[in-house]
């Protein structure tokens, strides 16, 4: 296929000569074969000619879920791979959130024959624990051999410390990554929001910070102890960050990231009860929403995630208190950061966690692969459930004005427009 991109804005800060210039791009078998002032259309090539169309390095999103195997009434592979790909994202990493779990290396082997021949590209991970239950660690050697990217217990916290020892020591042998859920279940008890004013107000039982710095405190002292890589997903709180930011400048090996809604949304939310708002870890303080934004500016978090978790309707619309936690993000994505922290910075927050995977990374410029992501930094919209392509529609963005428009990709020789 030969794609022709007309009066593009590129934006692509490792590429100083062409960063923010206009210019058009001409795509010949899943390469850019020219970049130009102007270039004329060749036979048969699809002309893509849009105002205000800008284009960067392909979008990288660091958790989703999708349901398949067992919950494929919430979202398919299949299914999610397209959302992905319309919602701007060349690569996505797959959370193990599915029944059964992947915990061997024919579980990765399926998921990844899955996403095989789509736009998006699929990276799964593997599950810590045989079954996710947190007693004997799974096939993790064989299973990174398979092609996971990482291993995690989804949303479970581990609470066995020295298996988390062992497990830190282990996958040194092979470069593997271990994931470890920031909360301490004694202590978050039988919270659902965060604890504090609001919690009180409203009657819900709350969980308080401690039970994710608690968490955070002692997987520190282990990699301490151990080495080895260490990635903590989602953190929601100011200290978490701090901890984070001396554990780096210790030299640490660890990485972590944090949910876009809990970049936007205070727990003062929650007022009418509405289960889009209840996710785990639970929306905090405007104190931690300030400190999770600075968090990310300065890179202390490695990179920011949708945390996509498609729900049936029936586990949402009942009493908040028995809500299913989660809320869909992928197509609300890049306007909420847009809106947040403006295009160029948004595109850099986009794309830079690849590294934490060895992930290829791809510049535009001539002779390179085209993996392009396509969007309108500009338009404001009220994100409606027609913005919605996820078959579950539980997304926390509901009726929010956001600002940018994403229009697709160019990945793997396939224009998603």
Wanted: hydrophobic share 40%; with cysteine.
């Amino acid at each position: 296929m030969n794609i022709l991109l007309k009066s593009v804005k590129i934006l692509d800060p490792n590429n100083v000569g062409l960063h923010s210039k206009k210019r058009d791009i001409l795509i010949k078998n899943g390469k850019i074969e020219k970049i130009a002032v102007r270039i004329d259309a060749g036979k048969g090539a699809t002309v893509i000619n849009k105002k205000n169309l800008h284009v960067s390095p392909g979008w990288f999103d660091g958790g989703v879920n999708f349901g398949e195997p067992g919950f494929e009434e919430r979202e398919t592979i299949d299914h999610g791979l397209s959302v992905a790909a319309k919602s701007g994202f060349t690569d996505v990493v797959l959370h193990t959130g599915t029944n059964p779990v992947p915990d061997s290396s024919s579980d990765i082997v399926f998921l990844k024959n899955a996403g095989k021949g789509r736009a998006t590209n699929l990276h799964p991970l593997g599950s810590l624990t045989a079954k996710s239950e947190g007693r004997n660690l799974a096939e993790l050697y064989d299973m990174k051999n398979a092609g996971a990217k990482g291993f995690y217990d989804f949303k479970k916290p581990l609470i066995n410390g020295n298996l988390l020892k062992i497990a830190l020591q282990y996958v040194q042998g092979f470069d593997g990554l271990v994931y470890s859920f920031p909360l301490d279940l004694e202590i978050a008890g039988k919270g659902v929001v965060n604890e504090g004013e609001i919690s009180t107000k409203l009657g819900l039982k709350g969980i308080p910070s401690l039970a994710e710095e608690l968490q955070i405190v002692r997987d520190l002292f282990i990699l301490e102890y151990t080495g080895g890589k260490l990635h903590i997903p989602t953190i929601s709180t100011a200290n978490a960050v701090k901890l984070i930011s001396d554990a780096k400048r210790k030299g640490l090996n660890v990485s972590c990231s944090t949910a876009i809604h809990n970049l936007w949304y205070t727990d003062a939310t929650l007022g009418d009860f509405d289960s889009n708002y209840k996710t785990i870890p639970p929306l905090r303080t405007s104190k931690d929403v300030k400190a999770l934004v600075k968090g990310v500016k300065d890179g202390i978090i490695d990179f920011v995630i949708t945390d996509h978790m498609p729900t049936n309707i029936e586990l949402k619309k009942v009493e908040f208190d028995h809500a299913a936690y989660g809320t869909i993000g992928l197509e609300s994505a890049f306007g909420a950061l847009n809106t947040l922290f403006g295009a160029e910075v948004t595109v850099d927050i986009l794309t830079r966690g690849r590294k934490h995977y060895a992930l290829e990374s791809h510049e535009i410029k001539e002779g390179a692969i085209a993996s392009i992501s396509l969007f309108d930094p500009d338009e404001t919209y009220v994100f409606g459930k027609e913005h919605i392509y996820s078959t579950s529609k539980n997304s926390i963005f509901l009726n929010r004005e956001l600002k940018g428009k994403v229009y697709g990709i160019i990945n793997n020789g396939q224009l998603i427009f």
